[in-house]
C-alpha cells in the first residue's frame, strides 16, 4: 500500500512538472514585415517560420503586416525567427523592442 502511494505521488509530480515546462515555454511574439503584397507572400513566410524547429503555429497576415508567431522559446528565439523572415526576403518594420 504504501509503495502504490509513493507510485502515485511520483506520477503526479512528474505529470505536473511537464505541464507546468510545457506551459513556461511557450512564447508568442508579433513581428511586423514590410513589404508582403498578396496571398502567395504570406504564404512563403508562414512555410519558413513553420519550418524552423521550435514552432508551433505561424499566423502571418500580409494585408496587416503580421506575423504572429507561437514558439518553443527553448528551442528558438525571436532574434532567430526575424533571421528567417528576412531570408525569405521580406524586411522587418521595426527593430526589436525589449520584451
Ligand atoms: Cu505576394
Given at each position: 500500500m504504501k509503495k502504490l502511494v509513493s507510485t502515485c505521488a511520483m506520477i503526479l509530480v512528474l505529470t505536473a512538472f511537464t505541464a507546468m515546462s510545457?506551459?513556461?515555454?511557450?512564447?508568442?511574439?508579433?513581428?511586423?514585415?514590410?513589404?508582403?503584397?498578396?496571398?502567395?507572400?504570406?504564404?512563403?513566410?508562414?512555410?519558413?517560420?513553420?519550418?524552423?524547429?521550435?514552432?508551433?503555429?505561424?499566423?502571418?497576415?500580409?494585408?496587416?503586416?503580421?506575423?504572429?508567431?507561437?514558439?518553443?522559446?527553448?528551442?528558438v528565439t525571436e532574434e532567430k525567427l526575424r533571421e528567417v523572415i528576412k531570408s525569405t526576403g521580406f524586411e522587418l518594420a521595426e527593430e526589436k523592442t525589449n520584451n
Open positions: 510545457a506551459l513556461a515555454v511557450t512564447k508568442t511574439s508579433t513581428i511586423h514585415v514590410k513589404g508582403m503584397h498578396c496571398k502567395n507572400c504570406s504564404a512563403s513566410v508562414t512555410k519558413a517560420l513553420k519550418a524552423v524547429d521550435g514552432v508551433q503555429k505561424a499566423d502571418v497576415d500580409f494585408e496587416k503586416g503580421t506575423a504572429i508567431v507561437e514558439y518553443d522559446d527553448a528551442k
